[in-house]
Every structure is written in C-alpha cells, then in structure tokens.
C-alpha cells in the first residue's frame, strides 16, 4: 500500500501519459471503414436459405466448408439471424472440418454483432473454444472504439480483457485505446479519499492489473507499468500468489512477470 500510496500520482496517468496526447481519443471514421463487408445483395441468397442447405448436410452427416460458414454470416441481416447463427457456428467448430474460420468471416461476424447485437459479440468472446471467434487486431479495435462512444465502460472492460488474453496490445491504436479505458474506469469507480478504485471481483481486478504492466510494458511507460505491478502484488498480497497465476492466466500469460 506504501508503494501506491507513493506513486499516487501516476494514477493520474491519461494527463501525463504522452501516447494518449499525442493521439486521437477515438478511431476515425476512415480507420472504421476498414474492411468493411460486402452486402447480403451480392450473395444472391437469403439466410433461410443457407440455414436449410447446412442442416440437410448436417442430416447427412457431409462436411460443412468454411465458405459455406462465410455465405452465412454475409447474409445477416437481423438480430434474429445473428442470434441464430451461433448454432451452425458451433456445429461447424466441433465438427470433423472444423479447424478455424477465415479471418474475413470473423471480421464480418464482428460487424454484424456490433450492428445488430454486440452482447452476442461478448458472448462469443467469453466463451471463444465454442464458437471460434478469435478476432484480428482490427476487429478488436473497432469493437473496443464502438463500445467506448457508446459510454458503455463495462463491456469496454471484458473486450479489454479479452485482448489482453489474445495477447494484442503491442499495437499503438490499441495501446492508446486501452489507456483511455482504463483512465475512465479509474475515475469511475475511484472512491474519495481511496488510493485505487474499487473492484467488482479478485478476477476483475487482476485482469486489469495485467492490462496495466502490458500496455506500460510494450509501450515504455515505467508509471503504467508500475501501477499493474502495485495492483498484482496487492492482489498476491491479499489473496496469494495462485489467485494471481490461476485460469486463464496459467497458459496465456504465465510470464507475465
């Protein structure tokens, strides 16, 4: 606590922190046009379709393609046909030709959560092994950039998590990103007169602490570094050191420190 309370100063850290200054606070428009998918027009189907034509291959036990998958998620074209995607999206995970989506597929499957449903995005964040959604680093940026206009602080932080985990925050857009989430969530949940900010969980607070000595870590900032290094050893502190390296932490970042 001495060690906090020392450097409390750099909690301060999206004033002082020159790659939040020297950036833009949110993406541009340019930048979230990137990869923008094609119509469901172009595909010359309907959903029902596809849906029809994957169950019949399901019945007879033939092998779905990932383009097939690919038709699929073009074709969303309302909350009703995402929510109902992620049925074949899992059939297609655990099924004999399986392997992993095209990154194209996932790219467009973000877009469409993020314009019809992005609860359904976190979903499949969460629990990734069911369905394969493994996004890229642009699709996590632009998911990450709509949920922060939204103002919507609590899916920020399960998305900044999830890029911590998939190991994407060496990227600049990313890092400036994830410093003003976690500039607003300190000041959000920062009580008076307490030194840092009061959390959900253990697992919350241990997610962020490793946000934290990443993005200070790859981006050269010793005061970032140091406040993930204070919150992960109050936390071994308080809790001991299992709860710090324990799932998913002990195959995704068991070099942490």
């Known amino acids: 606590m001495a060690l906090l309370t020392k450097y409390k100063s750099a909690f301060s850290f999206a004033r002082r922190c020159r790659i939040v200054n020297s950036v833009r606070t949110y993406l541009s428009e340019e930048y979230a046009a990137i990869g923008k998918s094609s119509t469901a027009s172009n595909i010359g189907t309907d959903m029902p379709s596809l849906c029809l034509s994957l169950d019949r291959c399901h019945e007879r036990e033939f092998p779905i393609s990932s383009l097939m998958i690919d ?42 959560c993020l314009k019809f449903d992005p609860e359904v995005l976190i979903d499949c964040l969460k629990n990734k092994k069911h369905y394969g959604i493994f996004p890229n680093q642009l699709s996590f940026n632009k998911t990450l950039n709509h949920f922060m206009k939204k103002k919507d602080l609590k899916s920020s932080i399960q998305v900044l998590t999830e890029m911590f985990l998939f190991e994407m925050l060496d990227n600049k857009s990313c890092q400036s990103l994830c410093l003003k989430v976690l500039s607003e969530y300190w000041k959000e949940n ?27 870590k790859l981006a050269s900032l010793p005061s970032i570094k140091l406040i993930g290094e204070s919150l992960l050893g109050l936390i071994e ?16 970042h068991g070099r942490l420190i």
């Open 71 to 112: 038709r699929l998620v073009e074709t969303i074209e309302s909350p009703d046909h995402l929510h109902g995607s992620k049925y074949y999206l899992h059939k297609f995970r655990f099924s004999e030709n399986g392997y992993y989506l095209r990154p194209w597929t996932v790219h467009t499957f973000v877009e469409k």
């Open 190 to 216: 920062l009580k008076e007169g307490s030194v840092i900010p009061e959390f959900d969980d253990v697992t919350e607070w241990r997610n962020v602490a490793g946000v934290f000595y990443c993005v200070g």
């Open 237 to 252: 502190l308080k809790h001991g050191i299992r709860t710090v390296y324990q799932e998913p932490w002990v195959h995704c």
